[in-house]
């Protein structure tokens, strides 16, 4: 009896090895999935021991006695049952135990997996949706087992964002890689482009180092052109490449290499199925001179078909992988299998590579750009084929909703404890439990709403450092790109507004700088910046303190900044306030498209001479905005219904002129918001808008954004009374940024209640949570949102 060992991709490939090999009665003696693939342990149940000679053991006197004595009638002792069995069984069989074991383990652990997805119906959502995104159940399961409890679907999601950053394996700077010296290989499948990346790397090596610093080489010699094709790159490059077809060829090569230039090989591409592989690792390892070896991950290809590659050139006998570079990510529907392969082999991402262009097309990306990237939603990769969706995992699990056992008592006293808890007055309504839930369940679906939701609750725990904060930005700018590709918007508006608020019972009056994310539609995302000027000096909530206080127009840029360096590619319109020609010269100088709100009274150049905003939307020739309704999600405008309004719209060519400075042409866009019946003008505003780097942009879209900001100005009425809120519901006394971060994220959550369509319920609800028919006042609102929130965390607890 001989176990063998069959693996095979999937279940199906590894049964019809097994056939093969041992025919159609072959026993199976376990079956479990290792390293993404399947294994089957298998004998050939129809072959015969071959007989061996039982083994003759002394026996003692006592025990021939005892023999001799047993009664007449108890059978004879019949030969051991594995008697038959060679010398080497004792091995497979332990190994075929050791085998059973696993698979008892992995079945049990697919159990508790299974378990935990009907428990968590989060944990079920979070599942579907990253695999969607191309990771791997494998990792997934690993990861998700750590989730912790009563995480909504935002909560969740954000985790698993950061668990992904945290265990994404890449190359720490590039510094750490262009060291003199260095050899560098890159390996692979055919068809991954290594070539066109050797000669990116190679175009980086020379702009630091200098043609002289670099030597090419190529091994492939079996494809038609290719050692023709990187000669090109090396003559545009000015640097020498060679053509090595041995070991020894390859070793006399390095010798004659000075110590401190840097060589780039070339490597034939090898399916990893070819027995070549080792050989190519044989090749460089026996070089003569230490070679770091990439591996070329092919972003475009099956997640299972990157888990063959990376596991057959991780373990070819060669030197270790260095890492890997990723590869034709501009083909690629998604990223998510190629990092799943990149954490589950560690292999540290030290490039990515997303376009046939030489040198551009070729990044140095961090863990949280590269997560960032694989979460992003393009028009491509919208809808996962192969991926289950919500309702198919529904079905699998063929489950119905569980719910825990509570006793009578304690369901009564948490019913009461919840009542009592919405109760603000005499006469209030009693709200079931299922009622409540599905009142707070409104704050998880809206950015805004469930960050300024996590941070409230971060005042339980007391002060946090400036390090947190500053990750919290991060966090806060990447959920809003994610939330922006996520929905059906496609561009993102950031606005900056100045607000004077008063700290504690100081009498002077600080000034805040706000920076606030929304979609086009104005839906509110998030507040990841604030700046804060006061008798403290000035601050930002993302670290940075100094005693003398900067110019406003130094801290309006460097708000800008911040937002643009962290858009990802993603279109932003910059709402800025007030008449400031030294911002707009700059930020037009960086090419960032914004658009400016100036008063009526703004000076600026028009034709032949200087004249005023409200001189000439006198003469301006307007037009009307369409489907106004269906284009924002706001419930108002000016204080009505946006059915009863028309929005208007004109557009001229001006330009700012300043002694000493280039002229900076600019399209002035007035807007003007008419009662749709009566026909009175009820606001004319002006902006300023610099957006020479987008196309198809309409006069009506920047109408609409102008309407935006000035409704966005809620958010700075609300910031006193959520600083004063912020202030009563902390712990313990907090830092000024903690404090200024939270109150803002409250605001921006109070406007969007206020004003957002979709929060048309909730809103309702929470005037019935303080009895008032009336419009809620900002000290009004800010209460009944804190009020919420704790209700919403009593359910979650109950």
Known sequence: MSVSRFFGSTSREAMRQVRLALGPDALIVSNRRVNGGVEILATDATASAEPTPPVTMPVPEQAQGATTSMPDSMPAPTAAPYAGINQQQPAELMTAIGAMRGALENRIDELLWSNQLQRAPETLSLFQT????????????????????????????????????????????????????????????????????????????????????????????????????????????????????????????????????????????????DRFVADQAALLSSAGRRIQRLLALNASSHGDTLDEVARVYKTDGGTPLSGCIITKVDEASRLGPALDTAIRYQLPVHYVSDGQKVPENLRFMTAKQLVDLAFTRTSYNSKALYAPTAGDLAALLSVAEQKESVSDADEQARKQKLTALVMSGA????????????????????????????????????????????????????????????????????????????????????????????????????????????????????????LQEPQWSDQLLQAVRWVEQRRNATPIMHMLEGFTPAVWQALAAEGTAFMASVPLGSRFWHENGTTSAAARIKQMQFHAVSDLSRKLQLQQLAGQAIPSLTLWVAKERVSIRQRGVAELLLDLIAVRLTDRYSGAVLRDSVVLLHASEFTGLSDADVAMWAVLQHEQRLVGRLLAPAWRAVQEDAAQELSVAQQLRASALLALAGSDVQYSSQQQGLYGQLQALLQQRSALTAPKLIEAILRCFALKEALQEA
Request: hydrophobic residues 40%.
């Open 427 to 546: 006469g209030m309504r009693k709200l079931d439990v299922e009622g409540l839930r599905k009142h707070t369940s409104t704050i998880e679906h809206s950015l805004a709403l469930s960050a300024a939701f996590d941070s409230w609750r971060d005042l339980s725990v007391g002060p946090q450092d400036n390090a947190y904060l500053t990750e919290q930005a991060e966090d806060l700018m990447r959920s809003a790109l994610h939330e922006l590709s996520e929905s059906a918007a496609t561009m993102m508006l950031s606005s900056y507004q100045s607000v004077n608020i008063a700290l504690d019972n100081d009498q002077d009056k600080s000034k805040v700088l706000l920076t606030n994310l929304c979609t086009e539609r104005g839906e509110a995302l998030a507040a990841p910046l604030q700046q804060i000027a006061g008798p403290m000096g000035w601050l930002n909530t993302v670290g940075e303190h100094v």
């Open 130 to 273: 990253l695999l969607g995104y191309g990771f791997s159940t494998a990792l997934l399961r690993a990861m998700l087992k750590r989730m912790p409890a009563h995480l909504n679907d935002r909560a969740a999601f954000e985790w698993a964002r950061h668990e992904l950053d945290t265990h994404l394996p890449v190359l720490a700077s590039e510094e750490r890689l262009w060291q003199p010296g260095l050899a560098l290989a890159l390996v692979g499948p055919t068809g991954v482009g290594k070539t066109t990346t050797i000669a990116k790397l190679a175009a980086r090596c020379v702009k630091r180092f200098g043609p002289d610093k670099l030597v090419l080489i190529t091994t492939d010699t079996y494809r038609i052109g290719a050692h023709e094709q990187l000669k090109i790159y090396a003559d545009i490059l000015r640097v020498p490449v060679h053509v090595v077809q041995d070991s020894a060829g390859l070793r006399q090569l390095l010798l004659s290499i000075r110590s401190d230039q840097i060589i780039l090989i070339d490597n034939v591409g090898i399916s990893q199925r």
